[in-house]
């Protein structure tokens, strides 16, 4: 039977999410990952990061991924930081976020080298993930990389054996 695995850029997927439905929509994780696995999953991980200058946003990211944590079966949730990097020209902070790519690439690397799964989805469509996703292949594993309707991946899904695309009925299903 295969074993798979789903890996979560939080941040990435959740703008993509609010760029489609143009407002912040919520999901349910735990329902996108049974739904996208059937009775092949094996964990699933969720990434994200807030910013300590931020505090209560940053508070209520927390308490969603210990919820994940302490809550959901078969879900690691792991947060980095967003670091404050200067002004947008509307005047809001602009943030670079630390931690969560460099995450997302160890856990699908070490976890293929350690052959705990057959095959990673993972749900982003930053480019960053490249080597990551060349070594795990190099392992012999599947990649699957899915991504939201009108979210730009074309050189991601190149790069991995498989692709998909969650399109608004879809997600309409999946939200909490």
Known sequence: MKRVMIFIDGNNFEGALTRLYGSIQRIDYKKLATEKCAGYLQKFYYYTAASDQE????????????????????????????????????????YIEK???????????????TNAYDEAVLFSADSDYESAINIVRQLGKNVVVGVLDQQKAGYLKDLCDDNFVLVKDELNKLMR
């Open 99 to 113: 931690g969560t790519d460099v995450n997302v690439a160890v856990d699908l690397v070490s976890l293929a080298f």
């Open 55 to 94: 505090k209560q946003k940053a508070a209520s990211t927390k308490r969603f991924v210990d919820t994940l944590n302490k809550t959901v079966p078969k879900c690691i949730a792991k947060m980095g930081y967003l670091k404050a990097d200067g002004k947008k020209e509307d005047g809001t902070t602009l």
